[in-house]
């Protein structure tokens, strides 16, 4: 005869405790938790106004030197992970400004970084040895431990979003840092040597890849923008995303990066989207133009340099009130690599 239900829950309550000075617990307890059916994302939907983020920016800005904070960022932390520096559970974001003049001291990491520009002209970003100048709507990456620095002979502010795959690196264990000896590391390639030897189609004969990241790490929006304006002329829009490309590594035909995958995509005017699902916690930035996208039951209206947050599975549905242009990054590369990328066309 078995024992009684309340018999039962005070033995195995007993037996927990008795276990944990071991260090043990019993799954059967928790493994719902850990093997859910579908996502149970912490992550939450949230968005900043680049009007409210402008302005403590340039604060800041009056108050610490970007060499007294080696990177003069504020962070975008999500509401779900309160000081852990994340915006997703995978992805690390972060407003970044340089004044007129300034520089942000060369150093490397090996965390890999993308920098996608919102504000300013007549500012560069020098990687390995080659500068690069930013424009609103560039994409810059940095790859793992790679010297870089960034400079200014604006007579304006520069501002940037910084994308790092920070929490992947903290979960490994596998940070590093290192400081360059002086504020800027020489000139040592010609501006434009990347574009010219990996980003016509071709590669130098004797190519031998040093890392996973693409050997182009500067992708000017006016490219990317031509790109996707003829596109929508000449092929039929994607129901639920327009028209969207990922940025590549040309030598590989790969994503650019390997922990960060990034796109841009363009919704034409009245463009109204269907509700698509995916596994990749996203974040999206709006480059032009202005719409909605509704997130769950969440609705997030945008403009130019505005940001905002997808989670994972959650159901994502664009309109755009006139020809718009989002830039997006997510652990899509990550989770593709494993085999566990997942999509839902709603």
Request: net charge negative; charged share 25%.
């Amino acid at each position: 005869m078995s024992a009684p239900a309340t018999d039962i829950r005070a033995l195995r309550e007993a037996f927990y405790r008795r276990i944990a000075p071991s260090n043990l617990k019993p799954l059967w307890e928790v493994l719902d938790v850990l093997v859910p059916e579908h996502p149970q994302p912490k992550c939450q939907p949230v968005q900043w106004k680049f009007k409210d983020l402008r302005a403590p920016l340039l604060e800041a800005g009056q108050l610490i030197s970007a060499k007294e904070a080696t990177r003069r960022v504020l962070m975008l932390e999500n509401p779900a992970f309160p000081n852990e520096a994340r915006i997703t559970n995978s992805l690390y974001a972060g407003v970044q400004l340089l004044n007129p003049g300034e520089v942000a001291p060369a150093h490397r990491h090996t965390q890999s970084a993308l920098r996608f520009i919102l504000e300013g002209r007549k500012a560069f970003t020098s990687v390995d040895g080659e500068r690069a100048w930013m424009e609103p709507g560039d994409l810059i990456l940095t790859p793992s431990w790679t010297w870089h620095d960034h400079g200014s002979e604006s007579s304006e502010p520069m501002i940037w979003l910084d994308g790092l795959d920070i929490p992947i690196m903290q979960l490994l264990d596998a940070g590093f840092c290192e400081n360059y000896p002086s504020d800027q590391q020489p000139s040592v390639r010609s501006e434009g040597d990347a574009q010219a030897r990996y980003g016509a189609n071709m590669l130098p004969a004797d190519y031998q890849p040093k890392s996973q990241t693409s050997p182009v790490f500067h992708y000017p929006y006016k490219r990317t923008r031509e790109a996707l304006e003829l596109m929508s002329k000449s092929s039929n829009l994607d129901a639920y995303q327009g028209v969207r490309m990922k940025y590549i590594n040309p030598a590989t035909g790969g994503h650019a990066m390997p922990t960060i995958a990034t796109f841009m995509q363009l919704l034409p005017t009245g463009f109204n989207g269907k509700p698509i699902r995916a596994t990749d916690a996203t974040v999206y930035v709006c480059v032009e133009g202005a719409g909605k996208t509704f997130v769950g039951d969440q609705q997030f209206d945008w403009g130019p340099n505005d940001i905002f947050v997808a989670p994972s599975w959650a159901p994502v549905r664009h309109i755009a009130d006139r020809d718009s242009y989002l830039f997006s990054y997510s652990d899509r590369v990550v989770q593709e690599k494993l085999g566990l990328w997942r999509e839902r066309r709603e």
